[in-house]
């Protein structure tokens, strides 16, 4: 007896059932790979933000005010909003600051990043050695 060969529709079905199961499986991995790569992007951004703000009150010439402060910047074509809280430590000269970022557009809990340092003016006990950068230059001598 000559059986014709090939696939039945009951199988091609069933084929193409497991194919569209295993591409929605793939797809699904793909979005969450690149959601989770924009969050961390942003993350990263926000962390620099509030870097640059920690670094703006060390190199100002005044101890920043024991207060609560907002302001925005721009950073890779994107508005941020930040939060400064400045603190008392029990060391005087030296206060605690705590710098929070979140997107200008997002929702107002949605902090990015949180950085926390501490700004102080430094006191020193003894005079400075003078540091010889250029090991042909001798060290000079001191007083």
Known sequence: MNRPRGFTLIEVLVALAVAAIGLAG???VVSNASSNAASLRDRTFAGWVAANRLTELRLA??????DRTTGDAELANLRWEWETTVIQTQVPGIRRVDVRVRLADGPDDAWLATLSGFVG??????????????????PAPEP
């Open 121 to 138: 003016r430094t006191q020193v006990s003894a005079p400075g050695a003078p540091l010889a950068w250029d090991p042909e230059t001798p």
């Open 26 to 28: 793939v797809l699904a």
């Open 61 to 66: 010439q005044t101890m920043p005010s024991v």
